[in-house]
């Protein structure tokens, strides 16, 4: 039995439909739960045209994304769904996607291995370009480029949450996401934590998702860099710079994260459309994360 979370924040209702039709045959509930202030009537009209069970919750606010997640996986563990599987709003999941990742998780059981969370490769909307397993080493992070026709699983130190299936069992032993991160770093802190527990998460490379990341993209001394709006880059440099203090994350991920905190502080306000406020966020953001003062950025 298992239950899809799909967080929603002003959805479009052509993608969410999309996604919606794709998921609804592979799952035994959807759960949509909808961060959106003051949502539209008209969502419900939507996921009424749909035969299986599909929950609609509203927050009523912007509650983050690991806010909203946990609300669904409350209701899947309550319920006694065995699985859940973490969607963003505008995925689209292939036809036998869900089948492919509990096979690959069963093969991994089978095998004595003890799982945190299955979940496909993922290709880049924007650049089509694959993304990799990473595993992260005392001298750089190594990067696993998946072979589509392999039905062999690939271990990484994390994976996106979206599209990546987790035991309930699993979030009961290792707990659920950090609510104070509110966006960025939820899924990464999840699997480093669930790392240290023992567990560890899998590529289902056979499995292929599209995914995009970021607002766009640039191509930085060979390289792409995934451009996001200024408040995302609050989250993502403070929740970084807060995530330092925890055993869970590793002295690895410590190691090879710690020279890019002084390219974000450059890099972020060359690229912003707008320069000097940019820069005052991102010092607002180290600072932030230096003396843990997390949750969302206007409550403060």
Known sequence: MIAAIVVLYHPDYRLLERLLSSVVNQVNRILLVDNTPNPNSEISQLFNNFEKGVSYIPLGDNMGIATAQNVGIRVSIREG??????????????????????????????????????????????SGRPSPAIRHRYFGIQKLYLDPNSGVPVETDHMIASGSVIRTSVLERVGLMRDDLFIDWVDIEWGMRARSMGYNSYYIPSAVMKHSVGDSVVT??????????????????????????FKSMGWRWKINFAPRIPCYLALYPILSNSKLKNFKIILRAVRDGIFGRLGRLDEK
């Open 81 to 126: 769904y065995s699985h859940v599987l973490l969607l963003d709003q505008d995925s689209a999941l292939p036809t036998n996607m869900v089948e492919l990742l509990l096979a690959g998780e069963t093969a991994l059981l089978r095998q004595g291995k003890q799982v945190a969370a299955v979940g496909p490769q993922f290709i880049d909307e924007k």
């Open 220 to 245: 930085i001394f060979g390289r792409d860099v995934h451009l996001h709006n200024d408040i995302r880059n609050y989250y993502m440099l403070r929740n970084a710079i807060y995530l330092f203090r």
